[in-house]
């Protein structure tokens, strides 16, 4: 039924994923207007490029998760987004606590990051890569010229590494 873009068929899709996939674009975005912009452009996407997808590569819920955080990802690292983010007002009582988190450091990765400095330089790297800049493992291969498998299992190790440093 999606292949024949049937309209009801369009509406399942958004009425049973639209939340799933907001949830991978919110945290990504950190922004409730921005993150219903993308599910947007997501939906649009899917609708246009729904031939592509391919039932023996995996599964549809695969697929579409894909799509948004590739969209999400793509949203923050546009330029017209880390202009928006550069052109921040400061409040005219001086007052920046309420100001919005990209002038405030990311507390949360500060001790993560102390962490990673623990790890060997190769896993610190994917980690960096993979969890901190957005990139897939594919984009990580083909970026340090290793194989996926490696990258994969080099991820898996830090990150058990990770777990007994906690």
Do not use: C
Request: net charge positive.
């Amino acid at each position: 039924m999606l292949e024949q873009r049937d309209d009801r068929a369009y509406s399942y899709l958004y009425d049973n994923y639209a939340a799933a996939l907001n949830g991978i674009i919110y945290p990504i975005v950190n922004d409730n207007e921005l993150a219903s912009d993308v599910l947007q452009e997501v939906f649009v996407n899917i609708w246009k490029k729904i031939d592509s997808y391919d039932s023996t590569k995996g599964r549809l819920f695969t697929w579409l998760l894909n799509i948004a955080k590739n969209a999400a990802i793509d949203k923050i690292r546009s330029k017209g987004y880390r202009n928006s983010k550069q052109n921040l007002s400061i409040p005219e009582n001086g007052d920046v606590s309420n100001a919005p988190s990209v002038l405030q450091p990311d507390i949360d990765n500060i001790g993560l990051k102390k962490l990673l400095l623990k790890l060997k330089d190769d896993y610190r790297t994917l980690i960096d890569l993979s969890y901190f800049q957005g990139f897939t493992h594919e984009e990580i291969s083909r970026l340090l010229n290793i194989p996926l498998g490696t990258v994969k299992t080099r991820i898996r190790s830090a990150l058990t590494q990770l777990k007994t440093m906690i």
